[in-house]
């Protein structure tokens, strides 16, 4: 069998969660949005990367759209009584064009009290529902597709809502390895497999000890015992206990990715998100040297990387 950390029938690839299901669709808001903006009185935010709020600042049953400037590559949002509605205006400190730009936004573990569209020129696209049943989830789209409008929705007892989610910004070929929106989980090519061994924050050898399964997050846990390592941050992969020149970690991948136990060496590539290392290209070892000695001989290898 080509791959065995992939379902049977599948061969090892890129790992990517699938686009944010539109759900049902937002109330009749598209007027009331389009008459929110061009007349809101908002209060403005001048935080470079994080925000933290409260509803209890505005009047009962204002209709006042907050306005929140956010200009950093990562941080949260974190909205307390939540009432009326937020737009977050999410831009890198650096210059870049919304076209290369990916967001990705992941609920924090109790946040309820208002949903989350997308909004581009009054129209409105549901990302996440009050509530929703899979809040560790993560969530992306290109900046290009709009921005970020939160609604408090209605409450008897706003006391104990707490509307709050990390972002994170990515640009260039850092979008693509976890969050294409497009792209369910599908193999690698060639060329995506020699792109991310030089833009990933790890690039490891080894092999897989063992998956656990996380269905209430959506989520599979890889947990990997490596044998070199070309690259890592956060020092995700630590050095064995019984001291044999091994290094022990984890990484995670959708659910849906099917990847399971098997023999054999990979080539373990990914990004760190949130926090957590997220899983992207996995060629077997064999193959992968394949590929690269084709790539040398070609003169395409995008950069260098020990094989033997």
């Not at 560790?136 to 408090?152: D, I, K, P, R, T």
């Amino acid at each position: 069998m080509r791959n065995v950390a992939r379902a049977p029938g599948r061969s090892t690839g890129l790992l990517l969660p699938r686009s944010p299901g539109s759900g049902p669709g937002p109330p009749p808001l598209l007027l009331v949005l389009v008459v929110l903006l061009g007349g809101a009185g908002a209060q403005y935010s001048s935080d470079l990367c994080s925000w933290k709020g409260s509803g209890l600042t505005r009047e009962a049953h204002s209709k006042e759209v907050e306005q929140v400037y956010l200009r950093c590559s990562a941080g949260s949002v974190e909205w307390l009584y939540p009432a009326g509605a937020l737009i977050v205006n999410l831009r890198p400190n650096t210059f870049s064009p919304a076209r290369h730009l990916t967001v990705c936004i992941k609920l924090f573990r109790d946040s309820s009290g208002a949903n989350i569209y997308l909004e581009k020129t009054g129209e409105l696209t549901l990302l996440v529902q009050d509530q929703s049943s899979e809040p560790s989830q993560v969530q992306c789209f290109s900046l290009e597709q709009g921005g970020l409008f939160v609604e408090a929705t209605p409450q008897q007892d706003i006391s104990r809502r707490t509307t709050g989610f990390q972002y994170e910004l990515m640009s260039g070929h850092r979008g693509l390895d976890l969050h294409v929106l497009s792209a369910p989980c599908r193999p690698c090519s060639d060329t995506e497999v020699l792109l991310a061994i030089c833009t990933s924050d790890f690039v490891v050898r080894g092999s897989i000890q063992d998956v656990m399964h996380a269905p209430e997050r959506q989520e599979s846990v890889i947990h990997l015992r490596v044998n070199r390592i070309h690259r890592q941050k956060s020092r995700v992969f630590q050095p064995a206990p019984d001291g044999d020149g091994h290094w022990l970690g984890h990484v995670t991948t959708l659910l849906e990715c099917g990847v399971r136990p098997g023999r054999g060496d990979f080539l373990f590539t990914g990004h760190m998100h949130f926090g957590e290392a997220r899983l992207g290209c996995a060629p077997r070892f064999s193959d992968f040297q394949r590929m690269y000695r084709d790539a040398v001989e070609r003169g395409l290898n995008p950069c260098e990387i020990n094989i033997e």
